[in-house]
C-alpha cells in the first residue's frame, strides 16, 4: 500500500437534459441519475445508491483483505448496506447506515473466526468511519 495521503478525484458532467455522467481518468464511466424517490426513471444509479454500494463494497474489500491475513477459508461473501435518508433541520442526510453480511464458509468450526474478522473489516471500513449517520452491522455465517 502507497503511503498515506491518498487523493481520489471523479468528474460529474451534464447537459441542461439527460443524466449526469461521472467519469474517472482512466476513462472509466457512468451515468447517474434521481432515484425514483426524487421523481427519477430508477434505471440507472443514483448518488445515494451510490453511496450505499461503496458502503457494502468497501466492507467487503475490508473483509477480502483482513480474511487473508488470518487464513480463513471461505467461499462467498455479500454486503447489503441500507441508508435511511430524512430531512433534519431543513437538511437532506442519510441519518441511518445499516450494513448486513452473508458470509458462507467450508467449515462452521471457523465461524467464531470468521465473525471476528467480519466485525474487524465493519470497523476498518473507511467509507462508513468517514459517515456522520448512525451506523449499524450484522452478519450471518453459514457453511457451504
Known sequence: MKSFPHTY???????????????????CRVEIA????????????????????????????????IARSYDLSWLHIECFADGQLEKVERKVK??????????????????????????KAEDTCFITNSLSAETGFSCEIVEG
Open 9 to 27: 478525484t471523479a468528474t460529474a458532467a451534464a447537459d441542461p437534459i439527460g443524466n449526469v455522467t461521472s467519469s474517472l481518468g482512466n476513462g
Open 34 to 65: 434521481p432515484p425514483v424517490e426524487f421523481d427519477g426513471a430508477g434505471d440507472v444509479w443514483s448518488p445515494e445508491e451510490l453511496l450505499m454500494s461503496s458502503v457494502a463494497s468497501c466492507l467487503v474489500l475490508s473483509f477480502k483483505s
Open 94 to 119: 442519510f441519518t441511518r447506515v445499516h450494513t448486513r453480511v452473508k458470509l458462507t464458509i467450508t467449515s462452521l468450526e471457523d465461524s467464531g473466526e470468521a465473525k471476528r474478522i467480519l466485525e
